[in-house]
């Protein structure tokens, strides 16, 4: 669980979210709360008094059934990992871990590194009540209201743009980095450079699925908190 929230309002978000890859039946099983009660938490017929909202909660994290079920719905759709961002059942399930990744920090916006990945930023942002923009490689120019960039890619063998809406990178604003997969880390160089230019803090950066070597090269860019899903090979 990320910043001071009600416990019992999480665990109602988390139950909500496994429901759409557990059953209630297989949820009593493996959090040892009666099936005709997680169906009236998850309904909002009912809230968990405090104490048994921290039992359901230690319960699940001692299973690490937020990650088992991301990593289930990884294997189901193989190399179609963009089906995933479509999925509202994923996607509950990724501001969550994204909450958890970002921990107490406040934020003052959430940065979709890809088109793809509007739909999971906008979810995890509106969660950590932030601003949400996306990368935008259309605008060339340094126009008003926008700071872009030019950046060589390696992965595309191209020079390239990136732009990102003045609103998100505040001085002494913080963000967060989403992402479906990983394809062009120059890109996320390049977006981590144009908040740095605005003084904008880059808190972490979560996505979907990236390769190793990827993986290595945020972390020389000095982003303390990295959660990757899925490593690629």
């Not at 017929?45 to 991301?70: C, F, G």
């Not at 739909?119 to 126009?143: D, F, G, N, Q």
Request: hydrophobic letters at 50%; proline letters at 2%.
């Amino acid at each position: 669980m990320g910043r001071d929230i009600n416990v019992r309002s999480y665990v109602l978000r988390v139950l909500d979210a496994l429901n759409y890859f557990y059953s209630f039946r297989d949820l009593e099983k493996m959090l040892g709360v009666p099936f005709q009660s997680l169906w009236r938490y998850v309904n909002l017929l009912s809230i968990p008094e405090e104490k048994t909202a921290e039992r359901i909660l230690q319960r699940i994290k001692q299973l690490n059934l937020i990650e088992k079920a991301a990593r289930e719905a990884l294997e189901e759709v193989g190399v179609e990992i963009w089906r995933l961002a479509r999925a509202p059942g994923f996607i509950q399930l990724f501001s969550i871990i994204a909450e958890d990744v970002i921990g107490l920090e406040k934020l003052s916006s959430v940065i979709a590194v890809s088109r793809e990945a509007l739909t999971l930023a906008t979810v995890t942002a509106i969660e950590l009540e932030a601003e949400v923009c996306l990368a935008s490689p259309r605008i060339k120019l340094e126009k008003r209201g926008f700071l872009a960039t030019q950046y060589r890619s390696h992965k595309f063998n191209e020079l390239r743009f990136v732009a990102l809406p003045r609103s998100c990178a505040k001085d002494g604003g913080k963000t967060a980095l989403i992402d479906t997969v990983l394809e062009d880390v120059d890109k996320v160089a390049a977006i981590v450079g144009l908040l740095k230019r605005s003084r904008s803090e880059v808190v972490g950066y979560v996505a979907i699925a990236a390769r190793a070597e990827d993986v290595e090269m945020l972390e020389s860019m000095g982003l303390a908190k990295i959660k990757v899903l899925k490593i690629l090979e």
